[in-house]
C-alpha cells in the first residue's frame, strides 16, 4: 500500500523558515513527479510546488516563488519543501502529492493521484 507521510509542519512567526519533509513507501517513485499542495481553511486545495522526476524541471505558484525551494532524493523516496520568509496568508494545511504515470508532470490537482495525510503550517504575524 502506498503511503505519502509528512513532516516538519508547526508554529512559526513571519519572516520565518520551515522545512517540510514526505516519505513515500509502497513504491518507489524515481520515475514520477512529486509536489505539494495546501488548503487553507474555507479554501480550495491549491498547487504550491512540484519537481519533475529527473530533479531537473521545479514549479511553483506564482505566491510562494522566490521563497520556497523544493527538492527530493530519490535514494530515499522523499520530497522536501523549503520555506522561507513566511507570511500570515501561509498558513495552511500543507499535503504531500505523488503522481502515479511516470514522466508526467504535476501542476494540479487533477494531476494528483497519491496523497498525504497533511501537516499544519501556521505562521503568525
Known amino acids: 500500500q502506498v503511503q505519502l507521510v509528512e513532516s516538519g509542519g508547526g508554529l512559526v512567526q513571519a519572516g520565518g523558515s520551515l522545512r517540510l519533509s514526505c516519505a513515500a513507501s509502497g513504491r518507489t517513485f524515481s520515475n514520477n513527479a512529486m509536489g505539494w499542495f495546501r488548503q487553507a481553511p474555507g479554501k480550495e486545495r491549491e498547487f504550491v510546488a512540484s519537481i519533475s522526476w529527473s530533479l531537473v524541471s521545479t514549479y511553483y505558484a506564482d505566491s510562494v516563488k522566490g521563497r520556497f525551494t523544493i527538492s527530493r532524493d530519490n535514494a530515499k523516496n522523499t520530497v522536501y519543501l523549503q520555506m522561507n520568509s513566511l507570511k500570515p496568508e501561509d498558513t495552511a494545511v500543507y499535503y504531500c502529492?505523488?503522481?502515479?504515470?511516470?514522466?508526467?508532470?504535476?501542476?494540479?490537482?487533477?494531476?494528483?493521484?497519491?496523497w498525504g495525510q497533511g501537516t499544519q503550517v501556521t505562521v503568525s504575524s
Open positions: 502529492a505523488a503522481r502515479g504515470l511516470p514522466f508526467k508532470v504535476i501542476r494540479n490537482v487533477f494531476d494528483v493521484d497519491y
